[in-house]
């Protein structure tokens, strides 16, 4: 019998609910998301049931991480069917607050992470990081957990973080998890629903680009400049997939390689239409 969902918009509620939990001993495992919840996310929540005793989520569609001509007025917000499905997983407590909760009148307050936020997302979205370092500490400040969980999907996001809670001496263990995808291929995102068919079988080319430069590594290629330009072409020929960045870096790091001796991760991010997509491989 799944025990039940609570669901707190209060700061001081959600911290009151947490605190009680590890008060009586028990660890917690919090799962911040943007709501709009699918396999992905759920698998956060499986992790974090895993491996703390209590799990917590929030969802917060936060608007200081969107840019101006981005998506926050449409972005997908089905609360009641995301209740369901986190009830559904064992999860206990969803913290859904209030904007004007999370930024009262007047606040000033950023988070500057420093050089992980500089390239990549941070060119393509700038004030980005900013916005996702400072909405996270302060989840972490209403949901005190143990552990946090985040996705590998948002593979730049999980450095910004984990450098956050290094150099703030923040008491959480941030874990990263698996990028979830769909039986082709495709990471899933709560963006994807944005895609048309036609556009979906296009955004197929990011997995499949990725793939390739698996290949083409395993293969015994080693230079950087080869593999990508290999992988701009699958995507050129895909038709309609505009591709912002295809970042060749040092494993766990936003630092580019010339030559590929060691565990590369490969980033891409690309529009397909109007919707913007991330994807990235560790490879090595
Ligand atoms: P979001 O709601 O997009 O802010 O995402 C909330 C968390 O879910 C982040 O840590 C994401 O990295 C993670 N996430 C999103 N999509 C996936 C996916 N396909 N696989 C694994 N984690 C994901």
């Known amino acids: 019998m799944p025990r039940s969902l609570q669901v707190i918009n209060g700061v001081e509620a959600m911290r009151t609910a947490i605190r009680e939990v590890q008060r009586g001993g028990e660890t917690v495992g919090f799962v911040p998301t943007m709501g709009a919840l699918h396999e992905g996310h759920l698998s956060l929540i499986d992790a974090a049931a895993a ?14 991480q969107f840019g101006p001509n981005e998506d926050f007025t449409k972005y997908p917000r089905p609360l009641e069917r995301d209740l369901d499905l986190l009830r559904e ?3 206990e407590f969803v913290f859904v607050p209030e904007a004007a909760e999370m930024y009262p009148a007047g606040y000033g307050t950023s988070i500057d992470v420093g050089a992980v936020a500089v390239p990549w997302e941070g060119v393509a979205r700038p004030g980005h990081f900013s916005g996702v370092a400072t909405v996270v500490l302060k989840l972490f400040e209403c949901v005190p957990a143990d552990r946090a969980y985040f996705g590998r999907k948002d593979y730049q996001q999980t450095l910004v973080v984990k450098r956050m809670a290094a150099d703030l001496n923040l008491p959480v263990d941030v874990r990263v998890c698996a990028i979830i995808r769909d039986a082709d291929g495709l990471a899933l995102s709560s963006r994807n629903v944005y895609l048309s068919p036609d556009e979906r079988r296009r955004a197929l080319s990011l997995s499949q680009s990725l793939r390739l430069a698996e290949e083409i590594i395993s293969g015994g290629e080693r230079k950087a400049l080869v593999v990508r330009e290999r992988m701009l072409a699958l995507l050129a020929a895909a038709g309609g997939v505009n591709v912002e960045y295809v970042a060749i870096v040092r494993d766990q790091t936003v630092d580019e390689v010339a030559t ?3 565990p590369v991760t490969i980033a891409i991010a690309a529009k397909v239409g109007t919707t913007r997509l991330i994807d990235n491989v560790r490879i090595g």
């Open 51 to 64: 491996e703390c005793d209590r799990v917590a989520a929030s969802i917060f569609v936060n608007p200081t």
């Open 89 to 91: 997983r064992g999860c």
């Open 260 to 262: 590929i001796d060691g």
